[in-house]
């Protein structure tokens, strides 16, 4: 036998058996029968399916890939899993699994994982907007070259974009909105009754809380549905917002009790890029320059434009 004939019996080859109803029935063989059988319900097959693509080549026992995607929701929660060894092995779903199984699929998952994470822009919202009856989507509401800035960053370097409002919280850019006028400042100091609790665990006491928390919830929405499948994304959300949304915002834990299956960093590039210092003209400049050097793909320093990652539209 060759070394790669031996290399191969290693990997994991299951016998798989459809089942009624979508189900499949995964089984280890031997030469005197079977060792071992499992049932993937339907709804874990594309996990199923996913993880013998990922552990193809790679030395685990023949119904570990089935026993996982039976025990998790998805690829995170397995590479999560399998980390949690004591004593030698971790227990995914009633079986003990060795460390060095373990620690293999944990590398397999991880591999397959390096990727660039998804990059998501939250804005802010524009004070001029066009003052036309009825409703037009919240995009071609605001006005002015300090939204446009926005607009276009948000098209061009990021992935997804979502609006923050006073009025509205979190807002799709399509949505259709009528005129408004609200600041923060707006809400600040108005009491209201109310049983809730924001991020931070204070009490919801005053109509600025209360917008706190809704823009809390869109964010944790938008974030689920981007992140959403077996094979959740690790994300990159910007947050281009002045100190007057910020602050309420950060101050009652908006941004940090934000959660996703992989790894979410925020990031407040108005306070944190040194070249958007200063105040809107300075922001507009640097949102400029960030969106042509995405829109040529000539970016410096290694793809990064002042250290932070852009998206060319290009692989």
């Known amino acids: 036998m060759s070394g790669t004939d031996r290399e191969d019996k290693l990997c994991p080859h299951p016998r798989e058996h459809d089942l009624p109803g979508g189900d499949l029935a995964v089984s280890s063989h031997w030469v005197w029968g079977v060792r071992g059988a499992t049932t993937v319900a339907a709804e874990d097959k594309p996990l199923y399916r996913l993880l013998m693509d ?104 990021g992935d997804d974009g979502r609006i923050i409002s006073a009025e509205h919280a979190v807002l799709h850019p399509e949505t259709p909105i009528e005129y408004y006028e609200r600041t923060p400042d707006d809400l600040r100091g108005i009491p209201i009754d109310s049983n809730q609790r924001l991020p931070s665990g204070d009490s919801v006491s005053t109509l600025l809380d209360r917008w706190a928390l809704d823009v809390y919830e869109g964010l944790a929405a938008w974030l689920s549905d981007v992140v959403s499948g077996i094979d959740p994304r690790d994300v990159d959300l910007e947050v281009l917002l002045g100190r007057d949304y910020r602050d309420p915002l950060e101050v009652r834990g908006v941004f940090d009790a934000l959660q996703i299956p992989g790894d979410l960093s925020v990031s407040y590039p108005y306070q944190e890029i040194e070249q958007a210092q200063g105040g809107m003209i300075q922001q507009i400049d640097w949102m400029g320059d960030a969106v042509e050097a995405a829109t040529t793909g000539l970016v410096a320093d290694g793809g990064r434009c002042n250290g932070r990652a852009v998206h060319t539209g290009t692989e």
Do not use: F, Q
Request: net charge negative; charged share 25%.
């Open 54 to 157: 990922i552990l193809a080549d790679v030395h685990v026992p023949d119904l570990m890939p089935a026993r996982l995607a039976t025990a998790c929701e998805d690829l995170v929660a397995v590479r999560d899993a399998v980390e949690n060894v004591d004593r030698g092995s971790a227990d995914v779903g009633g079986v003990g699994w060795g460390m060095g199984y373990c620690y293999t699929v944990r590398d397999a998952i991880e591999e397959y994982r390096d990727r660039e994470p998804i990059t998501l822009v939250a804005v802010g919202c524009s004070g001029s907007k066009h003052g036309d009856d009825g409703t037009m989507p919240a995009c071609e509401r605001y006005k002015g070259s300090y939204w446009s800035g926005k607009r276009s960053y948000y098209e061009t370097v």
